[in-house]
């Protein structure tokens, strides 16, 4: 049985080096069985830990919803941001979610099909779908997205990185589309937007919460404090970084 060691991403590459093996089905950097000196080197760096199930089974979950056109657009309102299952969870439960909702898909897009490719830089993500509804963000699915297909969802900000070329791209192929389908289904994405990033929402995470994790939902305060009102959002003519740090974005 080898020993798995939490890793954080950014050390990656200092474990590689010291002969960490990555295990795709857990997701953990592990030091193979027969080589103890690599193992009591990693264990000098970091702890080691067991495997993590994963969760692939929401029992409220409607894995239909949303499912056409292929890939929809999906705004987030400006006054959602910052609230995602992510942010709600302990990071060891977000891994098990995240996880388990590749590992249900077969490690493939469930969008577009594709698996996992690192030469060209694809990856897989889960991708949280929401309703809104009478007020409340409802969270109604979780989807095994590449990143390609995630990225032409949030077109929003693929436009800030100025990508909305690859999502164009990536839209027009995967969905049939010619132009004008593509622009047309934009500019309702776009108005839905707007009407929405109107509004504070209340956040439901109940598909979460009844899979047995705990959910630590923001306080109302703090939700409108990470609201980005709709008036912050890029003006037209700023720069990618101006747009960027007015947002506050993280990363
Ligand atoms: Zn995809």
Redesign the pocket.
């Known amino acids: 049985m080898p020993t798995y060691f939490r890793v954080p991403f950014n050390d990656k590459n200092h474990a590689k080096a010291l002969g960490a093996r990555w295990c795709l089905d857990h997701e953990l950097w592990y030091a193979p069985d027969g080589f103890p000196n690599v193992d009591a080197a990693l264990a000098e760096h970091w702890p080691r830990i067991t495997p993590l199930p994963p969760v692939e089974h929401f029992p409220v979950e409607d894995r239909a919803f949303g499912s056409s056109p292929r890939?929809a657009v999906d705004l987030i309102p400006t006054t959602c941001w910052y609230n995602s299952v992510r942010s709600c969870v302990e990071h060891d439960d977000w891994k098990r979610i995240s996880l388990g909702v590749k590992l249900r898909a077969g490690r493939k897009?469930?969008?577009?099909?594709?698996p996992a490719n690192r030469e060209q830089d694809?990856h897989l993500e889960a991708y949280e779908r929401f309703d809104y509804l009478d007020g409340t963000q409802v969270l109604k699915r979780l989807v095994c997205?590449?990143s390609?297909?995630?990225h032409a969802i949030h077109y929003d900000r693929a436009e800030a990185l100025n990508e909305e070329q690859a999502a164009r791209e990536?839209l027009r192929l995967?969905n049939g589309w010619d132009d004008a389908a593509l622009d047309q289904h934009l500019r309702k994405a776009n108005a839905l937007w707007k009407k929405r990033s109107a509004q504070q929402w209340e956040l439901d995470l109940s598909i979460i919460e009844n899979a047995g994790i705990s959910v630590q939902l923001p306080e109302a305060n703090k939700r409108a404090e990470r609201a980005v009102h709709f008036h912050r959002v890029r003006p037209p003519g700023s720069t990618l970084d101006e747009f960027l740090a007015v947002l506050g974005f993280p990363e």
């Open positions: 890939i897009c469930e969008l577009c099909g594709t694809i997205a590449c390609r297909c995630h990536h995967t």
